[in-house]
């Protein structure tokens, strides 16, 4: 027999293997039968040996094996973590053996949705008694003890569960409810923490996006004042502006990656921009700088005289302004920007790079982060020209990481000062500039 008290006939299909731990080593599988049968008659015991010892001997731990579910259950209830042996320091421990984990209660545990409220449990359980054993039957009700139509259902093995979902889900309209029976497995711990996480995800980017676009808050009838105020200046014959605005708009140009590095190239960023602001319903003429010095003057607090104090001040202001600007836009639009966005970076087929120092990596991205997530996450901070996040081609789930790209480095230095260590549930995002393709070669 091996060590085992054995019966010719079988255990119940749904009959659980035990482990019991905090047994005296001197015990033998008689010993443990007699503490086990007041429960229910026992199928097998083997008690696991040190093979390394001559006779093997006892670990104190062993498998018991019931003829029925419910006797396991009942000895569990009886003796873990109550009941001591002679000559232990410690209360016996009874749980399934690991091989019975995969019957897990919500592995075999359904939601029924659409219930008629009339139903009482005793109809759930005929309703559902044709596919196995249930263990468990409960409707939800409210404070007040009515139905609030749905319910819970436990088989005793995932396959009867299985059954009952193919042959029960939308196959009839109860009396009451407006669409067929919904028949699933219910959410797991696992599936409520995914919606807490994506709940408490939702509330963070709505306050990451209140506070980071302050500028368009206001509205632009913000603007009036300092608008005025830069307007008088500029049409005073005592204010140079003209100088110290071109060569900023070089500046400009510069610090946010504009490509031909002229006044023409940063005016065009602008005025691609002023296209979006002119869908939101703005009332800024781009192309005008009085208007753009007026940004400036919301963005930056500067006043009409700022604009005298050389080309320093005046390229923080426009670039303050170029900020401002886009971030209204982005505010104002997230969805047609963020959605004009995906499919150009689709239709291209491939990731877009910014320039030198506008790249972005993002580490511990939420699993079920997408690519518009992460896109709208880091909208704020500027002009976004690509958001990817990886994905494993054979599984088809995130990798949990990817890039971001800004056409600028200063968007980026801002979105890695708000974003890294920014937490998402039990994660905090790691933000860094991606590496230089040149970094890696040694000349």
Known sequence: MNGALEHSDQPDPDAIKMFVGQIP??????ELKELFEPYGAVYQINILRDRSQNPPQSKGCCFVT????????EAQNALHNIKTLTGMHHPIQMKPADSEKSNAVEDRKLFIGMVSKKCNENDIRVMFSAFGQIEECRILRGPDG???GCAFVTFSTRAMAQNAIKAMHQSQTMEGCSSPIVVKFADTQKDKEQ???????AQQMQQLNSA?????????GGLTPQYLAVRSAAASPTTTISTPYCSSMANVAAVTGTTAGSNAGAMNSLTSLGTLQGLAGATVGLNNINALAGMAALNGGLGGAGLTNGTAGTMDALTQA????????AAALPTLYSQ???QQQGAAGSQKEGPEGANLFIYHLPQEFGDQDILQMFMPFGNVVSAKVFIDKQTNLSKCFGFVSYDNPVSAQAAIQAMNGFQIGMKRLKVQLKRSKNDSKPY
Request: charged share 20%; net charge positive.
């Open 322 to 329: 170029y900020s401002g600007i886009q971030q209204y836009a």
């Open 340 to 342: 004009s966005l995906l």
């Open 25 to 30: 080593r001197s015990w033998s599988e008689k």
């Open 212 to 220: 980071t676009t302050w500028g368009s808050l206001t509205g632009l």
């Open 66 to 73: 019931f003829y029925t579910r419910k006797a396991a259950l």
């Open 146 to 148: 009515l139905s609030r």
């Open 195 to 201: 919606r807490r996480l994506q709940q408490q995800l």
